[in-house]
């Protein structure tokens, strides 16, 4: 049976191919055009909230589907940007949020926001990507987390980076062997613990990058014999799901670095 590092590097070594093989599904495919075709009309806000269709592929290229359902605070960070340091996605440490109104930057461009190659293209590629890691995680859990660790690894600036995003955190804890009962522990001792025990500038680095998930996918494989985790559980909206706007906001305002 290939092991999770293996199932990982093969994808990971010619990502390129495995991209493409992704863009050429017929779902993807028709999303895609879609997308393409409707996207570049749009110029406001309002409108990218009324089509449903380029909505939800915006949402999935970023990781966000799982909030689809919160419009009125993803309208706020659309509508505030990212130019102000005081903007709505600038104050939450998860960075899908940020990269979201950056390809849609409304608040910078207003109507000309969707002509641009990040927009389209951009948004193209985020969505090519994140349904490749769904469908590697399909069959492994261990390698969907893997790829997505390495796509992130380079914006993780503090602690509170990786506690605020749930797929980030799942990596790290059982990389360095810590209990699921950690997360529960105090945010900020977490935050301290983590910085102490990484060096989070080697997560700019793809070979350091590389080094620390052969150690995940080793301790993967050891927690997790086959069968034995339902592969969705660390992506599912459950525990996002029916919660208040203002209570999300809370969980997820904590600034970079402690700030």
């Known amino acids: 049976m290939t092991t999770t590092y293996t199932s990982y590097k093969l994808i990971s070594a010619d990502l390129q191919t495995s991209l493409k093989r992704v863009s050429e599904q017929p ?6 055009e879609y997308y393409l075709a409707k996207i570049g009309s749009i110029k406001s806000i309002d409108e990218f909230f009324a089509d449903s269709r380029l909505y939800n592929y915006a949402m999935k290229a970023h990781g966000l589907d799982d909030m689809a359902y919160a419009k009125a605070f993803m309208r706020k960070v659309l509508t505030e940007g990212v130019d102000e340091k005081g903007a709505f996605a600038n104050q939450l440490s998860d960075t899908r949020y940020k990269a979201l109104a950056e390809s849609l930057n409304f608040a910078r461009h207003g109507e000309l926001a969707t002509t641009f190659e ?8 985020k969505y090519n990507r994140q349904t490749l890691e769904v469908s590697a995680g399909e069959d492994n859990t261990g390698v969907r987390l893997a790829l997505y660790f390495e796509r992130m690894a380079p914006s993780i600036t503090s602690g509170y980076s990786i506690i605020a995003d749930d ?8 990389a360095l062997q810590l209990p699921a009962e950690f997360a529960a522990t105090d945010i900020d001792r977490q935050a ?8 989070l500038d080697e997560f700019k680095d793809p070979a350091k990058v590389g080094t620390f998930l052969e150690r995940f996918t080793s301790m993967w494989e050891l927690e997790n014999p086959v069968g034995s985790y ?7 909206p459950s525990s996002l799901t029916g919660i208040s706007t203002d209570l999300l906001l809370s969980i997820n305002n904590l600034k970079l670095g402690g700030r």
């Open 27 to 32: 779902d993807v495919k028709r999303e895609t």
């Open 118 to 125: 990040r927009a389209q293209k951009g948004v193209v590629e």
């Open 167 to 174: 797929a980030l955190a799942q990596v790290v804890r059982t």
């Open 192 to 199: 301290a613990y983590y910085e102490e025990m990484l060096k």
């Open 230 to 236: 339902d592969p969705l559980t660390v992506f599912q």
